[in-house]
């Protein structure tokens, strides 16, 4: 019963595109059973929670993908069947022009990718109502923010929005709540026109009446904001007309893909799970509200059908990245470090995929990796980005940080100040909340390691880029790899040394 689950065991971002799309074309590297060097296509790749939030890019033979939606199987000629499953929420229109591309780059008319492309009947659909109901979320927030901060009679207009967690904007938590509430639209719906239309219209209905009466009622909305929150809610005929049409277009790929896993897995086919988003956004070990609200690591998988997985690699990035708000104990903000965190985005052009922000930049968090690694049972991981070192200039001792663990200088025991996990509210707030507020969080505890760039080109020095076996990468690189395979606890398997597919060191596990 050969599955394998990909998950992003950071804070989403971290290359899981192109390691999907590796083990899509290569999945005998993660069973030995195989027998064989000559590489093997995945059956079937399956994306099971998150929405158009995500943004998985991909470089294959074919052509260079930036997918939010489509499994990355989609691209691959050899991978029989992409499945999107019943925890996603699917924002149709979205899925529509993803297609539409990926038939433009591959060649290929739409019929041959829906004959590969099933989607689960119980995936929830966005709307803009959804997207309309997440920026008046987002705004509400900054009017709360405000007022904490005890600003008085000021309006919040479309510059102040990112004052709140800081989401893509896509619907994704609206569409979340009102399948949790009851109140969303599935997939199965748009099979029965009469149907459809009547749930429709009370959806759409209620994000009228919430908001009118509610979303803009507060007095400190600015007029720009109400004229965009009007605008982003569609118009109820042409809308519905719409999303009927895209149901008639997908209806073949409408399935019970849950049953299709199951009987699939049964026979032995190798079945891919891609994750989105990353561990540390989950909606319930994320750092809560600054998350996305799926589970982004392996439960978010394990409600398609199947729930045991042969493999869990836990992808990560050589340094952190978030987008939007939230805590990121290692973010290179104090003196050297912004400069370099400067050039780390530069260099490896850390904006979001999907809302183009510029990634907050931190050092990598060992800690954090480990928390990841012993909540989602991962078995081995793969290091991306590292290539980035190759062009950055650490000063002139080329010191690099890794942390470690956390200070949390508040705790009134000495030995617990020092903590190696990953710091939950509930380890640090409960013994004396007061006490934790006056002093102040927590501090990351680094440790220093040796860079190896910037490597001049032409100097014949080792780097790290396009590099096919470990034994060219540099030496310090070969030690940022053992520290962080030693602190997490399990093998570091893939080693991405590019962008491209073939830009892979696959580790032998002894
Ligand atoms: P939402 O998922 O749009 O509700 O956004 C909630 C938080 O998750 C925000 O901080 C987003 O920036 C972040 N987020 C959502 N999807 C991704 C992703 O695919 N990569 C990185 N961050 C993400």
Known sequence: MPAYAVIGA???????????????????????????????????????????????TLWNP??????HLAPGGIVNPRVQIAVIGPG????????????????????????????????????????????????????HRAIDAKQFRGEKDFK?????????????????????????????????????????????????????????????????????????????????????????ELGEKFRGSFRNVERMLYEANRESKHILFEGAQGFHLDIDHGTYPYVTSSNCGIAGLSNAGITRFNEVIGVFKAYCTRVGSGDLTTEMIDDDDAQYA?????????????????????????????????????????ITRLDIFDDIDFGP??????????????????????????????????DDFDHYRQNGGVEPVYEELKSWGPVPVGSGHAKVHGQRSIRDLPQR??????????????PIRIISTGPKRDDTIIVAIK
Not at 33 to 50: C, H, M, Q, W, Y
Not at 418 to 425: D, G, R, T
Not at 477 to 490: D, L, N, P, S
């Open 397 to 430: 001792k080329k010191l690099v940080k890794v942390g470690v663990g956390y200070n949390c200088a508040h705790l009134a025991e000495e030995r617990e100040r020092q903590q190696k996990n990953f710091p939950q509210v509930s380890d640090l707030y409960c």
């Open 477 to 490: 690189a070969r030690e940022y790899i053992a520290r962080a395979e030693k602190f997490q606890g399990v």
């Open 10 to 56: 950071q804070w989403g971002d971290e290359g899981k595109g192109k390691i999907v799309d590796y083990l899509g074309d290569n999945i005998q590297v993660l069973n030995p059973e195989l027998k064989t060097k000559k590489s093997v296509a995945a059956d079937i790749v399956v994306r099971a929670n998150g929405g158009n939030n995500a943004g998985h």
């Open 62 to 67: 074919l052509g260079e993908f930036r997918l």
């Open 156 to 244: 919040v207009g479309l510059s102040d929005i990112q004052q709140g967690i800081g989401t893509t904007g896509r619907g994704i938590g609206p569409s979340y709540a009102d399948k949790s509430g009851r109140f969303g639209l599935r997939i199965e719906d748009l099979f029965d026109q009469k149907k459809f239309t009547s749930k429709f219209i009370l959806a759409w209905n209620r994000k009228v009446r919430l908001l009118e009466s509610f979303y803009l009622s507060r007095k400190e909305v600015s007029e720009e904001v109400k004229q965009e929150a009007r605008k982003m809610l569609g118009k109820y005929v042409t809308e519905k007309d719409r999303l009927l």
């Open 342 to 382: 400067k050039l780390i985005r530069e260099v490896a052009h850390e904006y979001g995929v999907t809302t183009g922000r510029p990634r907050r930049i931190g050092w990598l968090d060992l800690a954090a990796l480990r928390h990841s690694v012993i909540l989602n049972g991962i078995t081995s991981s793969a």
């Open 88 to 139: 996603v929420v699917i924002d149709l229109n979205t899925l529509d022009a993803e297609l539409k591309t990926i038939m433009d780059t591959l060649g290929v008319s739409l019929e041959d990718l829906l004959a590969k492309l099933f989607i689960s009947t119980k995936a929830q659909i966005v709307f803009s109502g959804h997207i309309m109901e997440d920026f008046m979320h987002e705004v």
